[in-house]
């Protein structure tokens, strides 16, 4: 891991680039071969510092964009304009518009699109840029655009496409996705469509999204190659070590189900990340939007929340949710077993009779009353598997029988939740 350093602007000179006051650092090691001057800022080195941060998986790396963004303006100006095609010592870049509704591999970090490339007629890639890149999409973009060896290809495969294609559907991508880090997707109908053809209604803003121009995404990519190639030149000053990721980039504590829903999607269902988790409220609102609203979908980002919000030993706790629901394992593949068996339950599992027939009724009121009845006894059943499900999260034994009512002050239940405090 690298090490950092903080840099303190003067205000004037925030002021004066229009940069948002936030917190900014360069590489401790280029403090070794470049005086600063805080009224003349080393730009590429900031912009650097906030790329290689952003690609954590702790990272709050939307709120982050703003600065980057900023940065990266400045920057262009330095660099200029480039045309469509961006060649480095190992890699060919071409800039063009990849079609998201056809068959399309993806850069994505949770439910954003990020990069999409899609295929040329001689197998290398038209790569479509669509947010400020961390330090981790550089690095996809140039690996997957490298230049073909004339004998051996693109990394043993025939071309860009090909060796895209074996990236996308590699496991890792999994387990970034978990971490909340940049991960790979393949979309054979177009981004967000399955196999069936549906779209979910909460997909990737799909038909808003606008590829950035490509000066700033050369910029971006010309900045931390040159900073890469500078720092490899200079003495090392040792790694970040243990040292606590900076509060300043941490992604906020979600809230939801505690004060309120503070980062819920106006325009469809919640973000599964916006549930607060330390509380029973939060726990029973988060599994019933993953029921109604994501379900398999949402699954990956499910765990990844459940995850990121226990108390340690992580692992054990995962392994003890998933024996309370006959699964085994432990870690995160025990709670991958744990979410597949609640949406195995409450999916396909609960009783769902068919409507009563209409004609067997004298009249209209009766039959009614009896389809009411029918669907209270559903939402009974599924509230119960809920609530024992919230209860299984918090580390308690299954519940069973009626669920106690859903509580209105989201009091606070001792159990395994690392943010479990109100504050």
Wanted: with cysteine; net charge negative; charged share 25%.
């Amino acid at each position: 891991m690298i090490a950092f350093s903080v840099l303190n602007l003067p205000d004037e000179v925030l002021t004066w680039l229009q940069l948002p006051r936030f917190r900014y650092e360069v590489p401790k090691a280029y403090l070794d071969v470049a005086k600063i001057d805080p009224f003349n800022p080393p730009l590429a080195a900031m912009l650097y510092s906030l790329q290689e941060r952003a690609a954590d998986g702790r990272a709050d790396w939307e709120g982050m964009a703003g600065p980057m963004e900023r940065l990266t303006e400045l920057l262009c100006k330095t660099y200029g304009s480039v045309g469509p095609d961006v060649q480095g010592e190992s890699w060919w870049v071409t800039f063009g518009n990849a079609d998201i509704f056809g068959d399309v591999i993806t850069i994505q970090r949770g439910e954003r699109l990020q990069v999409a490339f899609g295929q040329r007629t001689d197998g290398r890639l038209d790569t479509t840029v669509f947010r400020p890149l961390c330090a981790a999409g550089i690095q996809s973009i140039l690996n997957l655009n490298m230049k073909a060896h004339p004998e051996h290809g693109v990394a043993m495969r025939e071309n860009n496409w090909e060796y895209a294609g074996d990236n996308a559907a590699s496991n890792g991508n999994t387990y970034a996705a978990m971490d909340g880090r940049t991960y790979m997707t393949r979309w054979y109908k177009g981004v967000g469509v399955g196999w069936d053809g549906d779209v979910p209604a909460f997909i990737m803003e799909r038909k808003d999204a606008v590829p950035r121009p490509i000066e700033l995404v050369f910029t971006e990519i010309r900045a931390h190659e040159e900073m890469a190639a500078l720092l490899a030149t200079a003495p090392q000053l040792g790694s970040q070590g243990d040292e606590p990721f900076p509060q300043e980039y941490l992604k906020a504590n979600p809230k939801y189900g505690n004060d309120g829903p503070a980062d819920a999607d106006l325009d469809g269902p919640p973000l599964l990340t916006a549930f607060y988790l330390g509380t029973e409220e939060g726990r029973v609102d988060f599994l019933y939007v993953l029921y109604e609203h994501y379900q398999a979908d949402g699954l990956l980002i499910a765990v990844n929340h459940i995850w990121n919000s226990l108390e340690k030993p992580r692992g054990i706790r995962c392994a003890q949710m998933a024996q309370k629901v006959g699964k085994t394992g432990t870690g995160r593949r025990a709670l991958v077993r744990f979410v597949k068996r609640f949406l195995d339950e409450t999916l396909y599992e609960l009783d769902v009779p068919d409507l009563p027939v209409r004609d067997e009724y004298s009249s209209f009121e009766a039959w009614n009353e009896d389809c009411l009845s029918m669907f209270r006894k559903i939402e009974t059943d599924l509230s119960a598997v809920i609530y024992r499900y919230a209860a299984i999260m918090d580390g308690q034994d299954p519940i069973t029988g009626s669920p106690p009512p859903p509580t209105k002050t989201g009091t606070v239940i001792k159990g395994p939740w690392g943010r479990g405090k109100k504050r």
